[in-house]
């Protein structure tokens, strides 16, 4: 390498700019530029996925610890091996677990800069041992079964630095009284996740986040909830079918910008639905829905706020499209992934309906060549994601995606993505 004389700086910044693949192309070609992708700088973002920990050799370890690494998934590791995994990686900050016993939770204790904690397929008869890692920001416990309700609502109530919380447990949901007095100890919480669960009780008077109006003047009674519980800015409700939570469920939750709800299948009845009631009560910048009513039930109450709007499975046609429209005139980011019983393509339309799109999601199956082109009509537009390419090199999509890039001077970047799920993410987030 004496021959190219450049500093090591210069070849970490070109190093910077390729994908891990080539990197590890690039380490494997020398001693030096094997050093030299070994550093932080490099893992700073990457997550170890672990299958088999007794594998590891003291040259694999010795690798990890020089790029320290910070976050890991483990499947399926015992007891013996998590303690392993402490002793060569204390500085892990994010640990993914999927399947476990309680011994492992009981291990977890030992990560003393443990900041991100994600329970998938966990089999815990307790989960007292959480109450320990305080320092955490991030928690998501998914499908834990055995843990009996009130364990886990009293190991979270403990954790008062948990920012994120995405609890999906819907055979175990929190009962109402529970759940306020979570939310009053977890003061700190901004974003929530919940999976809804069909034995989940509904009041049809009772606001989800606050507790029921006691002999207080009403005005107390509103200034006392603002004080006490946590300002969410995002919710998600999974697994949702009306009417597990009442219409006025989301009331007073002026802080929140981003509403999730992830229905459990296509409702074809276009009453009682809730969702219109929630969307006219919060002004939020983003909503996401999957499946449920059709666009046209819910259509008109979208609040002119949204600037991020996504739409997967939902059943709708021209008309509900263009009068979602005429409420969401600022629209930046669209994911459309509808459906329509005549299999009409809406493409053609999006350009004269949505003129300030700055990113589009579409489907490319059946996609008209001159609908795809006529996006380019879309002067803000600078990214147009396909969703679920086929299997394999597609010549065509490869294609069109070039002849768009050329068309709009390279102003539009095509992304063509598989649907697959980060190894990070919650078993029920993308479903």
Known sequence: MHQFSLP?????????????????SVRSSCKFFMRLIDRPLFWKNATLCIEKIHTFTCHSWRTLRKRKIASVVVVKAREKEWKQLVLRLPWIQSVTVDVCTVGVINSLTQFKQLT?????????PS??????????????VCDVVCAPTADIINALSQLTNLTSLHYHVGSKPIPTAAFHHLLQSLAKLTHLSLKMGSNQVSDSNQAMFFPPINHKPVALI????????PALISLELLNYTDPILSPVALRCLPSLKVLTVQYTDLSLMPQPCHLKTWLSEIPIQELNISLGYQLGVYARSVPPTVQRLSLKGVMADLKALRELAQQVPDLLHLHMDLCSYKRQSFIAEVPCLFPKLQSLAIRHYNLNVDEFFGLAQLSHLKHLVILDPNTGQNSALTDLSQKMHIQTNYRV??????????????LCAKQ
């Open 222 to 229: 509103l200034e006392d909830r603002q004080r006490s519980l």
């Open 116 to 124: 991100r904690l994600v329970l998938r397929r966990c089999v815990c």
């Open 413 to 426: 970047n095509v992304i063509t993505l598989s649907g697959s799920k980060e190894q990070m993410s919650c």
């Open 8 to 24: 090591e700086e210069v070849w970490v910044h070109v190093f910077l700019f390729l994908p891990i693949s080539d990197q590890l």
């Open 127 to 140: 989960l007292t041992s959480l109450s320990a890692l305080r320092q955490l920001s991030h928690l998501s």
